[in-house]
């Protein structure tokens, strides 16, 4: 079996043979989620290790500085069209960039500014597969100068489908008709961990979990093949044409399975942008402990 949408993904060796090309442009995307005491998380730009090494020509691009609506309580929620394309154009991406992101923490980073460059009409984003943990292992050369992109004129075409919301979520769940998939870890899915992260324990109504780090092959850090990955899903999704939301904590690891549900040609995925920090917060809200 192959992928759908094999063009989701660039190889290392595709990337190596292309770092010239006038079209191509390479960032990294590394967050941290630090723990604190007690539960959540203090978020820290991964700037320092991409300075202390990256790949030729690479940018960085700052998730929660510069492609989050920081006006809101909660982190990571999509900025407007305007706001999102005036921080692409800064980077020198423009809607028809090749765009090839990558990050040194199992790709989910990467995966949602993928999800969100798409979402606003960059069709030629990729995502590398393997990341900077197979770039680097492979003893391809490295780089600690900053990229220098002339900075673009980026031209965004908005599809709003691709996130869904808390009405939309709360629709699913009373509908009981829905295809909804949790990318938390088993034991946040669960509840075994107590909600110290999100304040409530257990998942949302309805959901099922297929957790983003699984998707990744801890062997080789690429992602599993296509046969395994549509197995994952199969049971959980099995209508490619069902409209299928993804969530998580914060929309990060819920991009990574909405990534590979569309490598595999699911047709409507969205991303709930706010996922359990905005709904576990609601204690009116139900959740479900297994």
């Given at each position: 079996?192959?992928?759908?949408?094999?063009?989701?993904l660039?190889?290392?060796?595709?990337l190596?043979?292309?770092?010239s090309?006038?079209?191509?442009?390479?960032?990294?995307?590394?967050?941290?989620?630090?723990p604190?005491?007690?539960?959540?998380?203090r978020?820290?730009s991964?700037?320092?290790?991409?300075e202390?090494?990256?790949?030729?020509?690479a940018?960085?691009?700052?998730?929660?500085?510069?492609?989050?609506d920081?006006?809101?309580?909660?982190?990571?929620?999509?900025p407007?069209?305007?706001e999102f394309a005036?921080?692409a154009?800064?980077?020198?991406?423009s809607?028809?960039?090749?765009?090839?992101l990558?990050?040194?923490?199992?790709s989910?980073w990467?995966?949602?500014?993928w999800?969100?460059?798409?979402s606003?009409?960059?069709?030629?984003?990729?995502?590398?597969d393997g990341?900077?943990s197979r770039?680097?292992?492979?003893g391809?050369?490295?780089?600690?100068?900053?990229a220098?992109?002339?900075?673009?004129?980026?031209?965004?075409?908005?599809?709003?489908?691709?996130?869904?919301?808390?009405?939309?979520?709360?629709?699913?769940?009373?509908?009981?008709g829905?295809?909804?998939?949790?990318?938390?870890?088993?034991?946040?899915?669960?509840g075994?961990?107590?909600?110290?992260?999100?304040g409530?324990?257990?998942h949302?109504p309805?959901?099922?979990n297929?957790?983003?780090?699984?998707?990744?092959?801890?062997?080789?850090?690429?992602?599993?093949?296509?046969?395994d990955?549509?197995e994952?899903f199969?049971?959980?999704a099995?209508d490619?044409?069902?409209?299928?939301?993804?969530?998580?904590?914060?929309?990060?690891a819920?991009?990574?399975?909405a990534?590979?549900?569309?490598?595999?040609?699911?047709?409507?995925?969205?991303?709930y942008?706010?996922?359990?920090?905005?709904y576990a917060?609601?204690?009116?809200l139900?959740?479900?402990?297994?």
């Open positions: 079996m192959t992928f759908e949408h094999p063009e989701y660039v190889s290392t060796d595709w190596a043979a292309h770092l090309d006038p079209d191509v442009r390479v960032f990294e995307s590394t967050v941290f989620l630090r604190r005491d007690g539960g959540s998380y978020v820290e991964g700037r320092a290790e991409y202390s090494g990256h790949i030729p020509g940018g960085y691009l700052d998730l929660q500085a510069d492609f989050s920081n006006s809101q309580r909660l982190r990571f929620m999509m407007s069209a305007e005036d921080a154009g800064r980077h020198g991406i809607e028809t960039s090749k765009l090839v990558y990050d040194r923490l199992g989910m990467a995966a949602r500014l999800w969100m460059f798409q606003m009409g960059c069709k030629n984003a990729a995502v590398l990341g900077w770039w680097s292992s492979e391809r050369e490295t780089s600690t100068d900053e220098t992109y002339t900075p673009a004129t980026f031209t965004p075409t908005e599809d709003a489908a691709r996130f869904a919301d808390l009405a939309e979520v709360n629709a699913f769940v009373e509908s009981g829905s295809c909804l998939i949790n990318a938390l870890g088993r034991d946040q899915h669960s075994a961990d107590g909600g110290r992260t999100y409530r324990a257990g949302i309805g959901s099922t297929v957790p983003a780090m699984e998707l990744i092959d801890p062997d080789t850090g690429l992602y599993r093949s296509s046969g990955l549509a994952m199969a049971s959980v099995p490619k044409s069902q409209r299928v939301v993804t969530y998580c904590g914060g929309g990060i819920a991009s990574n399975d990534l590979v549900l569309s490598l595999l040609g699911y047709e409507d995925v969205a991303v942008d706010a996922s359990m920090s905005e917060a609601d204690e009116s139900p959740l479900v402990v297994d």
